[in-house]
Each structure stands twice: as structure tokens, then as C-alpha cells.
């Protein structure tokens, strides 16, 4: 079980990723004490609201690396559109 203590609320979870998603925070498993069976830490606001931001920092991270750059794609689709306007007038012509 991971417990997180805080001043205005107590956080547990039987998975990392579980809590993690809870607090909508990044916690890493070396952040924890061992005491039993569970593994537990206590966070200051100011601690909290750093792996809160350590959690959107990596989101963004991410999603900038799956971002789709369009401008080839719409750069070949004029091309193709205006070939064929010079094709169909060439052909009409001859």
C-alpha cells in the first residue's frame, strides 16, 4: 500500500501509478520509506505542488513528442491539386 501524508489530506493506493493518478502528481518509487508492508512519505505543500508540476512537465514532454507536423502533408496535396489543373489545361490544349 502507498500512503501519502499531507497537511490537508492523507492519499493511499495499493499501485504507484494508482496514487500517482490520484494526487495527478509524479511520485518515483526511491521517494518512499519502507515501514511494514507499506511504503510511505510525507510532503509539504511546497513538495506536493513539485511533483504535481514534475507531473506536467513530463505530460507536456510527451505529447510534444507524438505532435504531427502537417505542413508536408498539406504542401503535397497543393501539389498534386495543382498539377492536375496544369495536366487537365495542357491536355484541353493539345
Known amino acids: 500500500m502507498y500512503i501519502v501524508v499531507t497537511s490537508s489530506k492523507i492519499y493511499t493506493?495499493?499501485?504507484?501509478?494508482?496514487?500517482?493518478?490520484?494526487?495527478?502528481?509524479?511520485?518515483?518509487?526511491?521517494?518512499?520509506?519502507?515501514?511494514?508492508?507499506?511504503?510511505?512519505?510525507?510532503?509539504?505543500?511546497?513538495?506536493?505542488?513539485?511533483?504535481?508540476?514534475?507531473?506536467?512537465?513530463?505530460?507536456?514532454?510527451?505529447?510534444?513528442?507524438f505532435k504531427k507536423d502537417l505542413l508536408p502533408r498539406n504542401l503535397m496535396l497543393a501539389n498534386l491539386v495543382f498539377s492536375f489543373i496544369i495536366l487537365t489545361r495542357i491536355m484541353g490544349m493539345g
Open 13 to 65: 493506493a495499493k499501485t504507484l501509478s494508482l496514487l500517482n493518478k490520484k494526487m495527478d502528481a509524479k511520485m518515483d518509487e526511491d521517494e518512499f520509506r519502507s515501514i511494514g508492508g507499506d511504503l510511505i512519505v510525507t510532503l509539504t505543500d511546497v513538495d506536493l505542488n513539485f511533483v504535481q508540476d514534475k507531473r506536467k512537465l513530463s505530460t507536456i514532454m510527451f505529447g510534444n513528442f
